[in-house]
């Protein structure tokens, strides 16, 4: 059984690739990694800080900057737009308006199952929208 489990990981590792247990290597992690090795990840992460801090300053006033913009918008949406009555007679081009008209129910289409292709509950279930 344990030549069947070899051929089993060497077809899923791939011929020549070392997996743990093989000739008496084990990574259990009893091996501490010297110092230089450790200096040398400590290195590798403060140089990756040294690129990623930046980054993430310029994104984060790039963010602000949107921000600001995007409410500057709406402010001067909000102070230079017209209100317009339903019929909309009065509108003019390149100017923000506004305008909010009640909806007459009975001019909502009704929606049964049948409408999105159903055929199992027919007309049974049926809602104005």
């Given amino acids: 059984s344990d030549i069947r489990c070899l051929a089993v990981l ?3 590792m791939g011929p020549g690739q070392e997996y743990p247990g093989q000739y ?5 992690g009893d091996e501490e990694p010297n110092g230089l ?9 403060m140089c990756a800080g040294f690129l990623l801090f930046p980054l993430s300053l310029v994104a984060l006033g790039y963010n602000e900057k949107n921000y600001v913009c995007e409410h ?7 102070a230079h737009s017209t209100v317009l009555q339903c019929s909309g007679s009065d509108f003019k081009d390149h100017q923000p308006v506004f305008f909010s008209c ?3 129910p ?6 049964t199952p049948a409408s ?8 049974q279930l049926s809602f104005q929208s």
């Fill in 10 to 12: 060497d077809a899923m």
């Fill in 116 to 123: 999105f292709g159903s055929t199992g509950l027919g007309q």
């Fill in 102 to 104: 009640s909806i007459d």
């Fill in 24 to 28: 008496g290597y084990d990574d259990s």
């Fill in 37 to 45: 090795e450790k200096m040398g990840g400590g290195f590798c992460l």
């Fill in 106 to 111: 009975s001019s909502l289409p009704s929606w």
């Fill in 72 to 78: 500057n918008n709406i402010l001067y949406a909000e």
